[in-house]
């Protein structure tokens, strides 16, 4: 059973700084693609980024720039560095792992940016 466990979610004033961290109980992270999602009230799941087992990393239109997804394997981790906060990045980010066809998630962490 894969467990993903987030952390680094708050209260942030717009023009902050805000880093996630996504604990993954599988060994071998650089196997899989790992990443976050986040949900808005009222809005669909959506893509934020995404790092794939070779390593390369896709990133939505709104966050380029501003934030920074990473790997490190040898702490079966991944976290989202995300700088320039703005009111609309408000959500619940849920970290993401795609291993062996299979989908999983976190419990979600929230993030809130106030104007």
């Known amino acids: 059973q894969v467990q993903l466990v987030e952390s680094g979610g708050g209260l942030v004033q717009a023009g902050g700084s805000l880093r996630l961290s996504c604990a993954a109980s599988?060994?071998?992270?650089?196997?899989?693609?790992m990443g976050w999602y986040r949900q808005a009230p009222g809005k669909q799941r959506e893509l934020v980024a995404l790092?794939?087992?070779?390593?390369?990393?896709n990133y939505a239109d709104s966050v380029k720039g501003r934030f920074t997804l990473s790997r490190d394997n040898a702490k079966n981790t991944v976290y989202l560095q995300m700088n320039s906060l703005k009111p609309e990045d408000t959500a619940v980010y849920y970290c993401?792992?795609?291993?062996?066809?299979?989908?999983?998630w976190g419990q979600g962490t929230q993030v809130t940016v106030s104007a």
């Open positions: 993401y792992m795609m291993r062996l066809g299979y989908d999983y």
């Open positions: 599988v060994l071998r992270l650089n196997t899989n693609t």
């Open positions: 790092i794939t087992s070779g390593g390369s990393t």
